[in-house]
DNA sequence: AAAAAAG
């Protein structure tokens, strides 16, 4: 169902504050942050170390009285006036420390952003505004503009129109503009003024909704606004100020592409770490990277060494990091959790767990059997604000979905009959993309073969691969060199792979959660897709789901489908949709089924008269309330 | 049962 599209983005600042006091009460941490004033700052740390500023010096970033670093100079679109802070001026460009002293570990300061590469490449018109229009991006922008958005919590930050009305900073901005984003998407919309007010945030919207520059912007912005924080510099360990989580390396690598463009030139190290390769050998960039060209895939210790504000990471490896002591989170300030309930339903929770417990977090709620997901909430966010996004798409139908009856051992000259037909349709040069699931790794090899051998160019992509080879998959596919892609659910989640046609269920899941998950990689950026699924006996425990679920966006449901939806059993378990359907998610607070922990306080507002901030409660026309969520 | 993620 559409709640596996969540995300936490837990903006750890309005904690920190909370926990402030309790610091001051003796709990000394070695690593306490360190306001530089303006007239100290290019001088090294040694020479007359600058005071520390009380409890309350990681507040900064909760709202005006941060002040503006970028008052003035904007351009008129994008530009703000700013808070216009007077006195505070924290200088824009001064960095501290270039690679002598170590005030942080931004070493290079301006030195270093002027060796980046441009990760916009020859494309780029150097953020001059006017040339671009938003044609340019293949995004079909009307696509998102009836995308019903609902937001509950205490004091839900109003939504913003336009970047212009959020100070997001001149280099970020700049940014923005070489992304030919004209005007945010309504996950942005609503996400961004709700993290840069530094309030925790759970928002479940689809990848491909424009989710990640949500949780980017006010990172990146909220870093460029601490670059006074100095962090210590042990000789082998770093400090991030930002982590962001995902569960696969595929996913993270995208993100780090993503977050790497929306950091050109902000001073801003964003750093990925992931497996697939010891990591002593991994020299700033894998072997088969240097091979192949092309940006590291995955870091190396050196190149984790020269520092990192943003660390992108698979929970795996960075658990790895931290036992090494080459990470330390005590400095993160800003935790992003992409596909949370994914990495949960993965097993990752007791490797979450011990990564958030290394943070300077509040201290866990505790609960007793509760669902996962409101676990996570609770022991990981502060009041936070929930943010569901309807479907891309979701009143236009961008998908098409078919179920077709095809016996297992018919399924194989099934799918050579769509891929047959589909040739001839597309007289194109360029074939549109085709993705298969499978449902196991041992199945997609075996189909992969076996397609290739009858002359349709295929490749193949799980977990048994090597990263390697995993990687130059994903290439191939993508470029259309292999135009057909086996996957496994390795590739259900999050991926933005452009021009995907048309994705086939050739097994379909056991959780209709994958299914919306695996039909989501086409009728991306607006764009229309066909998603094909074979269904037999095997699938029977998918035939009510299945069917109110293309019920619900319109679909076609073929009438013997709908014939075993109705003597299947009424299933309250996994493959159980919550209801409504237009939304991704809900929120846990809303149930009332759960027993709060000691600390009511987290969940101000639950019981408190200010309710949600949305008049008329959540069942206004977007499902009906206290269903079974999927999540249980 | 299978998938993912540390080696």
């Known amino acids: 169902m559409r709640t596996s599209w969540a995300d936490s983005v837990g903006n750890s600042a309005s904690e920190n504050a909370a926990i402030g006091s309790s610091n001051n009460n003796g709990l000394a941490r070695p690593s306490r942050p360190t306001y530089v004033p303006p007239h100290l700052r290019n001088k090294p740390p040694s020479a007359d170390p600058p005071p520390t500023l009380p409890s309350n010096d990681r507040v900064a970033y909760n709202g005006p009285a941060s002040g503006s670093r970028w008052g003035g100079g904007s351009r008129p679109d994008f530009g703000h006036q700013g808070y216009s802070s007077g006195g505070a001026g924290y ?12 005030w942080n570990n931004r070493s290079g300061g301006w030195d270093r952003r002027e060796r980046e590469v441009n990760p916009f490449g020859a494309d780029d018109d150097d953020a001059e505004q006017g040339s671009t229009e938003q044609e340019n991006t293949g995004i079909n922008f009307d696509a998102y503009e009836d995308i019903p958005v609902d937001t509950s919590g205490d004091n839900v930050p109003p939504q913003v129109n336009t970047f212009a009305e959020i100070d997001l900073g001149e280099a970020l901005n700049a940014n923005i503009r070489r992304c030919k984003y004209v005007k945010p998407t309504p996950v942005q919309r609503h996400a961004i003024p709700i993290s840069i007010a530094g309030r925790d945030l759970m928002a479940c919207a689809q990848t491909g909704s424009g989710k ?12 460029m606004r601490e670059e006074y924080l100095q962090r210590p510099r042990g000789a082998r360990t770093v400090y991030p100020l930002a982590l962001i989580l995902a569960p ?9 592409d993503e977050a790497k463009k929306f950091s050109y030139q902000t001073g801003v190290k964003v750093v990925v770490a992931y497996g697939g390769a010891p990591i002593n050998q991994q020299d700033g960039r894998a072997t088969f990277e240097l091979v192949l060209g092309g940006q590291p895939a995955t870091l190396g210790l050196r190149e984790l060494e020269r520092g990192v504000d943003i660390l992108v990471a698979t929970p795996g490896r960075l658990v790895d990091l931290l036992e090494r002591a080459r990470v330390s989170l005590q400095m993160i300030r800003y935790l992003a959790l992409d596909e949370a309930d994914r990495m949960l339903d993965m097993g990752f929770e007791p490797q979450i767990r011990k990564i958030v417990e ?27 604000i929930f943010l569901a996004v309807g479907r891309v798409g979701s009143s236009t139908d961008l998908i098409v979905q078919r179920v077709e009856f095809v016996h297992e051992t018919d399924k194989r000259s099934h799918l050579m009959d769509l891929l047959h037909a589909q040739r001839e349709t597309e007289t194109r040069v360029k074939q549109a993309l085709t993705l298969v699931f499978v449902e196991t790794k041992k199945g997609a090899d075996a189909l992969e073969h076996w397609l290739y051998s009858n002359g349709f160019p295929a490749t193949t992509i799980h977990g048994d691969r090597t990263q390697q080879e995993r990687e130059m998959a994903l290439r ?19 991926l933005d792979i ?14 209709i959660d994958d299914y919306v998950h695996r039909i989501g990689r086409t009728g991306r950026a607006g764009k229309t897709g066909l998603a094909t699924a074979f269904f037999n006996e095997n699938n029977l425990s998918m035939a009510r789901p299945l069917a109110e679920l293309m019920q619900e966006s319109n679909q076609e449901v073929p009438a013997w489908l709908t014939r075993y939806a109705s003597r299947a059993p009424v299933s309250g378990g996994k493959n159980r949709r919550s209801g409504g359907g237009r939304f991704g998610g809900r929120d846990y607070r809303r149930d009332g089924s759960f027993s709060r922990g000691p600390s009511t306080d987290y969940y101000g507002g639950v019981n408190s008269s200010s309710g949600y901030g949305v008049p008329g409660g959540y069942s206004g026309g977007y499902g009906p309330a206290g269903v079974t969520s999927a999540w249980d």
């Open 358 to 384: 290394q943070m300077d977090m509040p201290p866990p709620v505790r609960f007793g059997k509760t669902k996962l997901l409101l676990r996570l909430a609770s022991d990981f966010l502060s009041n936070y």
């Open 498 to 511: 452009p021009h995907v046609g048309h994705v086939v269920n050739f097994d379909l899941p056991n959780d």
């Open 248 to 256: 696969t390396r595929e996913l993270s690598s995208q993100i780090h």
């Open 91 to 102: 200088g824009s460009g001064v960095r501290n420390g270039g690679g002598g002293g170590g």
């Open 212 to 223: 990640t520059a949500a949780f980017c912007f006010p990172i990146i912005s909220g870093i």
């Open 476 to 494: 191939s596919f993508k470029s259309g060199k292999t135009p057909i892609l086996v996957a496994t659910d390795v590739a259900a989640r999050g």
